[in-house]
């Protein structure tokens, strides 16, 4: 008979065994909630994720609810193996256990070992996730013709795609597209809540809203999300994957990160269902491609990426950024501080659901702590916590290298940072905001315009020898109200815009 794996709450799906009869050791640690404050979504779609696995393994599944992991490991470790885990205290812990054997990890469209072969082959040049992804599609033969080329004859479509939103409040009203597949909350959920809030008037802290479940929690929901994404939204995903609407959080996303990313759904698999929707004719070559490419692509190359720079990178900060979270946006806004819409919409969306899109993350929530520089530690943590599908392989990678551009260029050849008139062109907050995207001094200028010449400023030695920051910086030394603008800027301080 096959030995005992222990399964962590982000390996449940069918490839983290060996077989349709291994036995599992499930352990639900209470101490990992009571050693951070995470968001009430999140604490709810971990326990319930873990708790339907043990329901839907029966006698296999052997259940321990304990303070900490090492209490709920069995006096003998023999035989016991578990997937190496997602995190390098994790894998620290699982290492440091005698008799436990410790597999390769699974779960990702290539190991680990391959990118090192792959990362080596590159003979010292930057890494560069377009080249990853084109190894990636051809390793798997994803979206290509018989010889190996892509499909259509290009590898990238994003030149059709990221298209400005439609002039609409949802974007169903635009395209017509449906609303999301939303899982049933069943009586494992209802026992969760009564959990939470018992742990809640115990101490426990958690932050953000409580609400219905949002996300697929199971195998059997993962495989309905991924169905009703590919057949019914993945078409309009491509043109509107970077816009943002006010009214529709949701739009045309799939919403399978967090199923992704409890390890329900294999990313490959997914790229295939994404593929053959495109052969089926229920979406178009660009969308489709767009898709793939998030999902066998970016995600994989901030998993590998995460594991290459090594656990340090985490405490990269080449542009030291020190400034303190200010309370307003540690606690997502409770009070409503928050006049400038699309910061207020964003932070709403993280405090009613743990969620947003990845432009509301990047380019308005990132954007706005890289140009006011807080500390990428800080950020890291607030978006691990707050964010239902946020786990430390996730965030380290994309906030560090990619929002908050701490580790140098890195991962990045120039930091994402932008001013108002981006999120102007990609959203509709700015037409009923009470700042003015194209104004920099005054009491109606849009902060994020007057932060990101702020921004080049504090950093100008920093990227000066940056050839692609060489426009931004020739465009600020045009700008007649620069003293203005940052003496308007320094006297900003922490409080809500």
């Known amino acids: 008979m096959t030995g005992w794996r222990w399964l962590f709450a982000d390996q449940l799906g069918p490839h983290f065994l060996d077989d349709d009869e291994q036995p599992v050791l499930l352990i639900e640690s209470r101490r990992v ?72 990890s699974r779960g990702y469209a290539i190991d680990e ?33 018989g010889d190996g080329e892509p499909v259509g004859g290009r ?31 069943d009586e494992i959920d209802e026992e969760v809540r009564a959990d939470l809030d018992r742990w809640a008037a115990d101490g426990v802290e958690f932050i953000g809203d409580d609400g219905p479940r949002r996300f697929a929690v199971t195998r059997d929901e993962a495989l309905q999300a991924l169905e009703s994404f590919v057949t019914t939204r993945l078409e309009d995903f491509g043109p509107y994957e970077d816009a943002i609407l006010e009214d529709d959080r949701w739009m045309a996303h799939s919403l399978l990160s967090v199923p992704l990313n409890l390890g329900l759904l294999h990313p490959v698999e997914v790229a295939r269902r994404a593929e053959q929707a495109w052969k ?16 066998v692509g970016w995600r994989d190359y901030v998993w590998h990426v995460y594991w290459h720079f090594g656990d340090d990178y985490r405490r990269r900060n080449q542009l030291g950024a020190r400034q303190e979270l200010p309370r307003w946006f540690a606690e997502l806004d409770p009070d409503g501080e928050v006049q400038a819409k699309c910061l207020s919409s964003a932070l709403a969306s993280v405090r009613q659901d743990g969620w947003a899109h990845h432009i509301p993350r990047l380019m308005v929530l990132g954007n706005w702590a890289l140009q006011r520089g807080y500390d990428p530690v800080e950020v890291t943590d ?46 509709n907050h700015c037409g009923g905001c009470r700042y003015d995207p194209k104004k920099r001094v005054g009491d109606d200028a849009c902060p994020f315009t007057a932060g990101y010449w702020a921004f080049l400023d504090r950093n100008r030695d920093e990227f000066a020898g940056n050839h692609r920051m060489s426009r931004s910086y020739a465009g600020m030394g045009r700008l007649k109200d620069l003293e203005a603008l940052l003496e308007q800027e320094r006297h900003r301080g922490t409080q809500a815009p």
């Open 382 to 427: 607030w978006f691990h916590r707050n964010f239902v599908d946020g786990y430390d392989w996730v965030m380290v990678p994309n906030v560090v290298g990619m929002a908050l551009h701490a580790d140098g260029g890195a991962m990045m050849t120039k930091p994402y940072a932008a001013g108002g008139a981006y999120i102007h062109r990609m959203s």
């Open 280 to 295: 089926d004719g229920d979406a178009g070559l660009a969308s489709t491609e767009g898709f793939v490419r998030q999902v």
């Open 155 to 185: 590898w990238n479509y994003d030149q059709d795609n990221r298209e400005p939103p439609p002039r609409t409040a949802t974007l169903g009203e635009a395209t017509g597209v449906q609303k999301p597949w939303w899982p049933q909350e």
């Open 113 to 145: 070992e391959a990118f090192g072969k792959w990362a080596q082959r590159r003979q010292g040049r930057k890494l560069v996730m377009e080249d990853f992804y084109r190894d990636v599609r051809t390793y798997h033969r994803l979206l290509l013709e």
């Open 33 to 104: 909630f009571e050693r951070r404050r995470f968001h009430r979504r999140k604490a709810h779609l971990v326990l319930s994720a873990l708790r339907h696995r043990a329901a839907e393994l029966g006698e296999r599944a052997q259940v321990r609810r304990v303070d900490t992991y090492r209490e709920g490991l069995p006096r003998s470790l023999k035989g016991l193996s578990v997937c190496a885990p997602t995190t390098y205290a994790a894998r620290r812990l699982v290492q440091s256990l005698k008799g436990v054997e410790v597999l390769p």
